[in-house]
Nanobody, 114 residues
């Protein structure tokens, strides 16, 4: 499975971005799809995840501002990020899990400016 992320970029604080990730290489459903991020000098952290039945979890940092969604038929996952803050600046990675195997995308950079 290959994960390709799109949608990163430069945005002002208070603005919004939508990240998307497409999974290819397999038609089987991915149990979990998620977004992680890694800020400079920090460890990679979970932003949000969604199961193949639509259950979601969010890190406290994104609750109320971020919304994760997926399209099982297309094997895509998206992250709508609103009210962006300077501290949201990071490289965002698409993640997937299926039957004990994890997959990572290459990351897309999000920079929030003041």
């Amino acid at each position: 499975v290959q994960l390709q992320a799109f949608g990163g970029g430069l945005v002002q604080a208070g603005g919004f971005l939508r990240l998307s990730c497409a999974a290819s290489g397999s038609s089987d459903s991915l149990n979990i799809m998620a977004w992680y991020r890694q800020a400079p000098g920090k460890q990679r952290e979970l932003v949000a995840l969604i199961s193949n039945i639509g259950s979601t979890e969010y890190a406290n940092s994104g609750k109320g501002r971020f919304t994760i969604s997926r399209d099982n038929a297309k094997n895509t996952v998206s992250l709508q990020m609103n009210s962006l803050k300077l501290e949201d600046t990071a490289v965002y990675y698409c993640y997937a899990w299926r039957m004990g195997t994890t997959y990572w995308g290459r990351g897309t950079k999000v920079t929030v400016s003041s």
